[in-house]
């Protein structure tokens, strides 16, 4: 699984129309908005490619989102060592 913490900037006016869409996300922790146009989430998705759809599908559903930024990316899975 992965954890990511990621900036939606946004057009002020549309800031909390967009948060409220966030919020009702699945697997979408929406932290609020910020400086009046940065919404602040946590993504968790399956892979990196989860991660990366959600990220545009984030991207595409507003045409008042002007980018989605990702701040940090972990795993919360245990790495193991090949012998």
């Known amino acids: ?12 006016e549309k800031a909390e129309e967009i948060a409220l869409f966030l919020e ?8 609020g908005v910020h400086k009046e146009n940065n ?14 759809n959600l990220a545009k599908y984030i991207l595409d559903s507003y ?3 002007l980018g ?4 940090f990316v972990g795993s919360d899975e245990e790495e193991t060592e090949l012998t």
């Open 1 to 12: 699984m992965l954890i990511a913490s990621m900036i939606v900037k946004v057009m002020p």
């Open 39 to 52: 919404i602040i989430v946590v993504i968790e998705a399956h892979d990196e490619e989860q991660l990366e």
């Open 68 to 71: 989605v930024f990702p701040t």
């Open 63 to 65: 045409e008042d989102v």
């Open 24 to 31: 009702r996300m699945p697997n979408v922790t929406n932290y």
